[in-house]
Nanobody, 116 residues
Framework: QVQLVESGGGLVQAGGSLRLSCAAS????????IFWYRQTPGKQRGMVAS???????NYIDSVKGRFTISRDNAKDTVYLRMNSLKPEDTAVYYC??????????WGQGTQVTVSS
């Protein structure tokens, strides 16, 4: 198992930017693909972006062109840069691996609130 700790959330006005961090307890190179998810009250947690060990990225349509996922293997950290934020991006953001998500193991997440 790997422990993933999210940070970097906050309150920002629409159009603003935030960078979320996902710090791993061990080498992320050995972990495999890492995903950012988000969840709003009353809704299911959904995938936002992912990045493989080789650096291949994937995004949901609503964040393409605004969000950028990246990984720093030397720091065992995955980032989610979020630009041009919209109120509908307001959510708790989580990072995880597919395996741990399937087991129901989640961290605390980090709250992102975008005011209009």
């Amino acid at each position: 198992q790997v422990q993933l700790v999210e940070s970097g959330g906050g309150l920002v006005q629409a159009g603003g930017s935030l960078r979320l961090s996902c710090a791993a307890s061990r080498s992320i190179f050995s972990i495999g693909a890492i995903f950012w998810y988000r969840q709003t009250p009353g809704k299911q947690r959904g995938m936002v972006a992912s990045i493989t060990t080789g650096g291949t990225t994937n995004y949901i349509d609503s964040v393409k062109g605004r969000f950028t996922i990246s990984r720093d293997n030397a720091k065992d950290t995955v980032y989610l840069r979020m630009n041009s934020l919209k109120p509908e991006d307001t959510a708790v953001y989580y990072c995880n691996t597919l395996e741990q998500a399937g087991l129901g193991n989640w961290g605390q997440g980090t709250q992102v609130t975008v005011s209009s």
